[in-house]
Structure formats: structure tokens, C-alpha cells
């Protein structure tokens, strides 16, 4: 069963910084990794999708990297925003049943 | 292009009443999921389907809950009944394809059962 874990749990920085989010998995054999983001009582809006032949994919200020091989995938955004708080979560899609797993999430806080 | 509409957005029963949520998926997506999600984790699979056909059913707890998705458009998820564990947030989601196709959510349907 694959298992998607995110550390830290929750992160606390002050604006203008860059912020590192961490996702690891433990089976390799997936068809894609997705970036979600969640706000406060909404549902999740994709950020980001890397096929399992990719390396990263980038939007704007949003880098995603995926180490297939080694069951790791970071988000990266940089110069922090206060409109960046939020909780990030990542999902692994199987590719033996296109089952999707679910880390808990990292949730941001952005400090003005 | 319209996303993924649920709903309600929030809805308050007393256990053992029914509820049933409602999903549209973008359109021209065969593939559409619903997952339950509880405070502070992860959502999870309940229902996978493909057009009409459920293809992954595994987790939904079947003497309880239901799905149905007629004409393999929109899909509705019923409890009946409803217990007080089953206080969480149900999301819809649906994608291009099953393999390789980006997910997209809905704003998801609040339970709370009292």
C-alpha cells in the first residue's frame, strides 16, 4: 500500500521568503505526482501535476521537483506571499491500480 | 469553462436521517471520484468511476453508504444512515482519465450529524 508522508506538518514564515515542501512516498511505481492546494473550508485547487517522466514542472513562482527512483517530490515557492498561507498537499497516482494516496498536508502560514 | 459543482456546501442531520450530495464534473471528464475528508488529513477514496461503471468501490462502506452516476454525467453519494462518525467533508472530483489526467475538485459538501 503506498504511503505519502509530508514534514513538516506546519511551517511558519516571514514574507519574501522561500518556502520548501517535502513529499515522499513509499512505492515508485506511479503514473504521476499532483500539488494541490486547500484553503479553510474549500477544496483543493491543483497546482501542479509532473508525470512520472518528468523531472519538475514550474508555474510562475511554483517549481515542483520528482525523484522517482528515490520516492521524493518538493514544492518550492518562492518569495513567500501572505496570500501563499494555506495547506499544501501532494498525491501519488498508482500506477498498478491509478489509486490515489493522499499525504496529510503542510500547512503554511505566511507573516506579513 | 465551469468546474466541478457540488451540492449542498453544508448540511446538518440528525444520525440515523439520510443525506444524499450531488456532483457535476467538468464536462467531457469520464472519470469521476468521490472522497471523504476529516479534519487536518488527507482525502480518501471512497468511489472511482469510469462513464457509468463504479471501478473502485473498495472503501465505500456499502451497507450504508451509495453511489450512483446515471448516463455517466453527474453522480450522486447517499448515506442512509447516517452515524455521527460520518461528520467530515465529501469532495467530487473528477479527471480527463483515469491514468494520467490532472484531478480537479469540487468546493466539497460539509456533514455535520448530531
Known amino acids: 500500500k503506498q504511503e505519502v508522508t509530508q514534514i513538516p506538518a506546519a511551517l511558519s514564515v516571514p514574507e519574501g521568503e522561500n518556502l520548501v515542501l517535502n513529499c515522499s512516498f513509499t512505492d515508485s511505481a506511479i503514473y504521476n505526482l499532483q500539488w494541490f492546494r486547500q484553503d479553510p473550508g474549500k477544496g483543493l485547487t491543483s497546482l501542479l501535476l509532473?508525470?512520472?517522466?518528468?523531472r519538475e514542472q514550474t508555474s510562475g513562482r511554483l517549481n515542483a521537483s520528482l525523484d522517482k527512483s528515490s520516492g521524493r517530490s518538493t514544492l518550492y515557492i518562492a518569495a513567500s506571499q501572505p496570500g501563499d498561507s494555506a495547506t499544501y498537499l501532494c498525491a501519488v497516482k498508482s500506477s498498478n491500480d491509478y489509486k490515489l494516496s493522499f499525504g496529510a498536508g503542510t500547512t503554511v502560514t505566511v507573516r506579513a | 469553462e465551469a468546474g466541478v459543482v457540488q451540492s449542498p456546501r453544508y448540511k446538518i442531520i440528525e444520525k440515523k436521517q439520510p443525506v444524499a450530495f450531488w456532483c457535476n464534473p467538468i464536462s467531457g471528464h469520464n472519470t469521476l471520484y468521490w472522497y471523504l475528508q476529516n479534519l487536518g488529513q488527507g482525502p480518501e477514496l471512497l468511489i472511482r468511476?469510469?462513464?457509468?461503471?463504479?471501478?473502485?468501490d473498495s472503501q465505500l462502506p456499502k451497507d450504508r453508504f451509495s453511489a450512483e452516476r446515471l448516463k455517466g454525467v453527474d453522480s450522486t453519494l447517499k448515506i442512509q444512515p447516517a452515524e455521527l462518525g460520518d461528520s467530515a467533508v465529501y469532495l467530487c472530483?473528477?479527471?480527463?482519465?483515469?491514468?494520467?489526467?490532472?484531478?480537479?475538485f469540487g468546493e466539497g459538501s460539509r456533514l455535520t450529524v448530531l
Open positions: 472530483a473528477s479527471s480527463s482519465g483515469a491514468s494520467t489526467g490532472e484531478l480537479f
Open positions: 468511476y469510469e462513464n457509468e461503471e463504479a471501478v473502485d
Open positions: 509532473i508525470q512520472s517522466s518528468q
